[in-house]
């Protein structure tokens, strides 16, 4: 069994800062790509970031040079600086891991349970 347990949501006025963080536990072999993604009411699930095992990270035009992705392998977490929140960030926070199990070279996709973010105005 995998979990991605996520945290760090909450409500914050525009102009302010939030960090979250997802920590992957279970019986892991090894930590493909770790991701965010959101999903405003009434919209489908985007791209926010993803962070590969080594090299560079991605993303969405919405959210760079104010967003920034960072992992901790040795913790298997993943984490999301976002600041200049805008009340247009306000989504539910989903993580993303992507993994595999000792012996198996298929690669398996989770999901953690969702971070409310609330930007005011």
């Known amino acids: 069994q995998v979990q991605l347990v996520e945290s760090g949501g909450g409500l914050v006025q525009a102009g302010g800062s939030l960090k979250l963080s997802c920590a992957a536990s279970?019986?892991?072999?090894?930590?493909?790509?770790m991701g965010w993604y959101r999903q405003a009411p009434g919209k489908q699930r985007e791209l926010v970031a993803t962070i590969p095992t080594g090299g560079s990270a991605h993303y969405a035009d919405s959210v760079k040079g104010r967003f920034t992705i960072s992992r901790d392998n040795a913790k298997n977490t993943v984490y999301l600086q976002m600041n200049s929140l805008k009340p247009e960030d306000t989504a539910v926070y989903y993580c993303?891991?992507?993994?595999?199990?000792?012996?198996?070279?298929?690669?398996?996709?989770?999901w953690g349970q969702g971070a409310q973010v609330t930007v005011s105005s």
């Open positions: 279970g019986s892991i072999f090894s930590l493909n790509a």
């Open positions: 993303n891991a992507r993994l595999f199990f000792e012996g198996s070279l298929e690669e398996y996709s989770y």
